[in-house]
C-alpha cells in the first residue's frame, strides 16, 4: 500500500466510528477513468443507493448497474448516524392526523413498520452482519406529569387502531427494561431495533458486488443529464 493509500484509510477510518470499527477494508475500491455504457448509473453510495440498485436487481438480474461515489461507501451520513432503525416518521401521530386525516395517518404507520421488517428481513435473508436487535424503542417518563403525556400518545394509537404495536409500561416495568433515576414509567414501541450502520452499509455494498454491480469510489460526479438516456459526467 503507498503512503497515499494509508493516509486516505486513516483518513476514512478517523471520519465515522462505524466505518472504523465496521471491520471492512476502508481502502478506496478503482477510480472511474474510462468511458462506459451501463443501464443504470447512481449517484451516491450511501443507504439511498445501495437499496436503490438491491430493489432493482431483485426486478431484474441482469441489469448492469454501476455505483459513483466521491469518497467511499458510507462516507456520508449512512455511515455516521445512529444507528435506529425505527418507525418513527418525522412529524407525530397526532400532527399526522390532523394533516392527512385518520386513514392515510395510518398507512403511514403502517408503511413504516414495514420498512423496519424489511430492513430485517433482508438482514436474515441475506445473512448479513449487522448487530441487528429488535428489543424496541423505550421512551420514558421522569416526572409523574409526563405520565400523562405517555397516555395522550397511547390513545393516538388507539385512535388509529395500532396499540399493538405499543406497551404503556408502569414503574417496575420500565425499571425492567432499563437502570435511570426517577423511572415513573414507559412507552415501548415494539417495532424498533438498532444496528451497526456501518456493517450495514459496507455489507450491502459486498453483497451487491457479489451480484455484478460495480461500485467506483473516488469518483465525483461533477454534471448529469437527465434523458431517456441519461449521462453522468464524472472529474
Ligand atoms: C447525525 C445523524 C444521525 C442519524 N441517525 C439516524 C438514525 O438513527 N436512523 C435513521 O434511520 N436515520 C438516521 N439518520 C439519517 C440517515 O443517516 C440518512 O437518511 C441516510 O444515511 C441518507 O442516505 P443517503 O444515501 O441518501 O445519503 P448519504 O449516506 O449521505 O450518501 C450520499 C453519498 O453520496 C456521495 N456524494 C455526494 N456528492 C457526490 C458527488 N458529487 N459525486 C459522487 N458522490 C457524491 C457522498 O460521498 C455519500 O457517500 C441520521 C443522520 C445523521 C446526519
Not at 18 to 40: A, F, G, H, K, Q
Not at 116 to 135: F, G, L, Q, S, T
Not at 141 to 154: D, I, P
Amino acid at each position: 500500500m503507498t503512503e497515499g493509500q494509508t493516509n486516505l484509510l486513516h483518513y476514512y477510518a478517523s471520519r465515522s466510528y462505524w466505518l472504523e470499527s465496521s471491520m471492512d477494508n476502508l481502502s478506496p475500491r478503482s477510480r472511474l477513468t474510462d468511458e462506459i455504457n451501463v443501464d443504470v448509473a447512481i449517484l451516491g453510495a450511501g443507504y439511498t443507493g445501495l437499496w436503490t440498485a438491491y430493489y432493482l436487481l431483485k426486478q431484474n438480474s441482469s441489469l448492469k448497474i454501476v455505483i459513483m461515489d466521491k469518497h467511499i461507501v458510507g462516507f456520508g451520513a449512512s455511515g455516521r448516524n445512529a444507528g435506529w432503525c425505527s418507525p418513527k416518521f418525522s412529524i407525530t401521530p397526532e400532527r399526522a392526523i390532523e394533516r392527512f386525516g385518520l386513514e392515510t395517518a395510518k398507512e403511514l404507520q403502517l408503511t413504516m413498520y414495514d420498512a423496519v421488517n424489511e430492513v430485517e428481513r433482508v438482514i436474515n435473508h441475506e445473512k448479513m452482519d449487522a448487530d441487528w436487535n429488535k428489543a424496541g424503542f423505550l421512551k420514558v417518563a421522569l416526572r409523574e406529569n409526563m405520565l400523562s403525556q405517555l397516555e395522550t400518545e397511547m390513545s393516538t394509537f388507539r385512535k388509529l387502531g395500532l396499540e399493538e404495536f405499543y406497551q404503556l409500561l408502569n414503574e417496575n416495568q420500565t425499571k425492567e427494561r432499563m437502570m435511570a433515576n426517577n423511572l415513573k414509567g414507559g412507552i415501548l414501541t415494539k417495532v424498533s431495533a438498532v444496528l451497526h450502520p456501518g456493517k450495514l452499509v459496507r455489507n450491502l455494498a459486498r453483497i451487491l458486488e457479489q451480484r455484478g454491480v460495480t461500485l467506483y469510489e473516488q469518483t465525483e460526479v461533477i454534471d448529469f443529464m437527465e434523458g431517456t438516456s441519461n449521462a453522468f459526467l464524472i472529474s
